[in-house]
T-cell receptor
Framework: QKEVEQNSGPLSVPEGAIASLNCTYS??????FFWYRQYSGKSPELIMS????GDKEDGRFTAQLNKASQYVSLLIRDSQPSDSATYLC???????????FGAGTRLAVHP | DGGITQSPKYLFRKEGQNVTLSCEQN?????MYWYRQDPGQGLRLIYY???????QKGDIAEGYSVSREKKESFPLTVTSAQKNPTAFYLC????????????FGPGTRLTVL
């Protein structure tokens, strides 16, 4: 069974700090990796996609991928209370063309 | 505006009833998906369809059925055979390229009374 693991949290950070969210995956054949943000009671919203090793930046968000270590992370700079949500890591399973989701990390940004 | 719509937003079902959840998209996406989310858990794939008139079972298809007669529509029926249907149901769609980026509708919250 292909797996995606995330720390459930909550991860609590002060406003203006950097939030670091981590994800590990078991399928070495995976090629596509995604971060979704999900507010309580709402559906997931795609915020970052990353396909190659290294960093990808988009505004306050940076996704980092290390395929050798099977590790994906999401950094949120200058965290705001509006960033408080659950962040879901998703990995496209190499052999099955299906997204496998982690259970999510709950982030709480306090003023 | 392009997007994915799901209806109804809330649905209540009595034991033994079949109910159908609607999912429509005007993004011209080929692939569509149904997921189920339980509290504190990740999304689990129920069914998916890569093209019209074709669909495959996901990881938890038992007690569910789907159809894909039009590119825009992918309804999900929750049958009485589904023993624990209370959950948040999410429909998504994607293009076959761009690494299978999936975009979600607003969801339907189903409660069994």
């Amino acid at each position: 069974q292909k797996e995606v693991e995330q720390n459930s949290g909550p991860l609590s950070v002060p406003e203006g700090a950097i939030a670091s969210l981590n994800c590990t995956y078991s399928d070495r054949g995976s090629q596509s990796f995604f971060w979704y943000r999900q507010y309580s009671g709402k559906s997931p919203e795609l915020i970052m996609s990353i396909y190659s090793n290294g960093d990808k930046e988009d505004g306050r968000f940076t996704a980092q991928l290390n395929k050798a270590s099977q590790y994906v992370s999401l950094l949120i700079r200058d965290s705001q209370p509006s960033d408080s949500a659950t962040y879901l890591c998703a990995v496209l399973s190499g052999g099955y063309n299906k997204l496998i989701f982690g259970a999510g990390t709950r982030l709480a940004v306090h003023p | 505006d392009g997007g994915i719509t799901q209806s109804p937003k809330y649905l209540f079902r009595k034991e033994g009833q079949n109910v159908t959840l609607s999912c429509e998209q005007n993004l011209n996406h080929d692939a569509m998906y149904w997921y189920r989310q339980d509290p504190g858990q990740g999304l689990r794939l129920i069914y998916y369809s890569q093209i019209v008139n074709d669909f495959q079972k996901g990881d938890i298809a038992e007690g569910y059925s789907v159809s894909r007669e039009k590119k825009e529509s992918f309804p999900l029926t929750v049958t009485s055979a589904q023993k624990n249907p209370t959950a948040f149901y999410l429909c998504a769609s994607s293009l076959p390229y761009r690494g299978n980026e999936q975009f979600f509708g607003p969801g339907t919250r189903l409660t069994v009374l």
